[in-house]
């Protein structure tokens, strides 16, 4: 949790160079959106603002999906020049199955993948090029933060998940040489995706599964993290998508414990590391069934005053936990320009066993949905939430749709 923070030169270490290398590479840049006609536009027009001087823009849309494709239309006729459109007419769909779509048209060395409401910063390509330049990486994971940390209880506590994962746990995996990488703002050679035959199209969590086939095969993963440059979204806007969307997660993952490649990891402690990890949603799940069978004892059952002591021992680590969570919620407010008020830290607080309980009761039902061999991907609705109010589409933009644009079925 807080491997980054370990001394000052292990905070510098993690970041991007502040004076990037000239440009070496062309990227490709896979955008795979499914009902995005309120974000994906803007953010297809961000993307093309990039400083780099090479890439192409790849936006993928599915045959049945007509409001995301005329956006996306409309955004490759403003950049003729960068964006391509590619329809998907697969079914069922998912996110993986599209990227492989993409994938086939794909003419840069380098494939990043972003999602369908990113804020990308414009000089991401140029130090994701200078760090591939002097790290010899095979892949590099950028930076995700999710910004609407006031929207709701949840999303507090969701907002700080991202900045530790992102600013911290990630870099502990890349150093122990075994990463799930992250589902957007990653990117990787060619050759490699080459050699993976691109992404799993039946895996739910088909990011963690690449990062495990490549961990596996002695990939060199680099992560770096600068505040400046991290890739910014929005929490899910409803409870409901927030469960839905942690299901798919924890069923993708124990798909991947299932599938077994982290088995060929070539050290004993690299697989210790996968198995925890993998096996996180059945920890999860016991844990959801224990709080009913704890409560009936809480109420119920007498025990002795030395057994019931050492019933308190968690919440030892509990506390600890805590604190590092408000000093990460203060850093978050710093770094990133928020006012963090007195009632979030409070929201903090209270909202600890709630969302507990909560992805407890997202675990239960991902091994629910694996027992039963139900892997139908469930999307996560996008508002938009964490951008200015700014128009999702120039006012001085064409409307005409298509030209320019390349469209491939």
């Known amino acids: 949790m807080l491997h980054a923070w370990r001394s000052a030169d292990d905070l510098r270490a993690t970041q991007f160079s502040s004076s990037p290398r000239p440009a070496r590479h062309r990227f490709t840049l896979l955008v795979p959106g499914r009902h995005e006609e309120e974000v994906m536009g803007q953010t297809l027009d961000r993307l093309a603002q990039q400083d780099h001087p090479d890439f192409e823009i790849i936006a993928i849309v599915g045959h049945d999906d007509p ?9 490759a006729a403003r950049h003729p020049d960068l964006i391509k459109v590619v329809v998907d007419d697969s079914v069922p769909k998912n996110k993986p199955k599209a ?8 003419t840069g060395d380098i494939v990043g993948v972003f999602d369908a409401e990113d804020e990308v910063h414009p000089g991401l390509l140029t130090v994701v090029d200078s760090k591939f330049q002097e790290t010899g990486a095979d892949v590099v994971q950028g930076g995700v933060q999710l910004m609407n940390f006031e929207t709701s209880w949840w999303s507090l506590r969701n907002v700080l998940e991202y900045y530790f994962w992102f600013r911290s746990r990630l870099h502990f995996h890349a150093r122990s040489k075994f990463i799930p990488l992250g589902g957007n703002t990653v990117f990787v050679t060619r050759d490699r995706l080459s050699w993976s035959k691109g992404w799993d199209d039946q895996c739910l969590a088909e990011d963690c599964e690449l990062g495990v086939r490549l961990s596996s095969d002695g990939a060199k993963v680099v992560v770096a993290y600068n505040p400046e440059y991290v890739t910014r979204e929005e929490t899910p806007p409803t409870l409901k998508s927030l469960y839905k969307q942690r299901t798919r997660w924890n069923q993708g993952f124990l798909q991947v414990l299932g599938k077994g490649e982290w088995k060929a990891l070539p050290t004993l402690r690299q697989r210790m590391y996968a198995r925890y990890l993998l096996n996180m949603p059945f920890l999860q799940a016991a844990t959801g069934l224990l709080i009913p069978i704890s409560l009936v004892f809480i109420l119920l059952v007498k ?9 308190f021992l968690p919440l030892v680590p509990t506390i600890i936990t805590l604190v590092a969570e408000a000093a990460g919620l203060t850093e978050f407010g710093r770094v990133y320009g928020k006012k963090v008020r007195v009632r979030d830290y409070v929201r903090l607080v209270l909202g600890l066993v709630p969302y507990q309980v909560f992805l407890a009761a997202a675990a239960v039902r991902s091994v629910v949905r694996q027992l039963r061999g139900d892997g139908s991907w469930e999307k996560t609705e996008h508002t938009g939430a964490h951008r200015d109010a700014a128009p999702a589409t120039p006012s001085a933009a064409p409307t005409l749709v298509g030209a320019g644009s390349e469209v491939t079925r």
């Open 67 to 75: 409001g995301t494709e005329l956006v996306v239309r409309q955004a």
């Open 99 to 106: 990227l492989n779509r993409a994938l086939q048209i794909a």
């Open 303 to 311: 025990v002795p005053t030395p057994v019931a002591l050492l019933t």
